[in-house]
């Protein structure tokens, strides 16, 4: 994982992504690799009982990245995203 090169210009954060449609899954990796520069680790959990897919990603980039990555996900259909900011 490559680190951001100057921490100062970006937010560190949690993007959590609940994937209803299992023919949004390539997308949303489509998505997430794109973005992966800024990628410091995932972790994607299925679960059956209730026929999603839970992935949580830690970012650290800058806001507007976030924003529009978050953005992009919650387009798909069956896809919801949300994003939690660290205070520093």
């Known amino acids: 994982m490559t680190q951001p090169a100057n921490t100062e210009n970006t937010r560190l954060a949690i993007l ?3 994937i209803e449609s299992r023919d949004s899954a390539d997308r949303v990796n489509t998505l997430l690799h794109e973005y992966g520069q800024y990628i410091v680790g995932r972790m994607g959990m299925p679960y059956p009982a209730r026929g999603v897919n839970i992935i949580s990603v830690i970012i ?6 976030i924003s529009n990555l978050s953005g992009k996900l919650g387009q798909l ?6 994003v939690t900011y660290s205070k520093r």
């Not at 650290?60 to 990245?65: G, L, R, V, Y």
């Not at 259909?77 to 949300?82: F, L, N, T």
Request: charged share 20%.
């Open 16 to 18: 959590g992504i609940i």
């Open 60 to 65: 650290d980039a800058p806001e507007t990245a």
């Open 77 to 82: 259909q069956g896809v919801s995203a949300k």
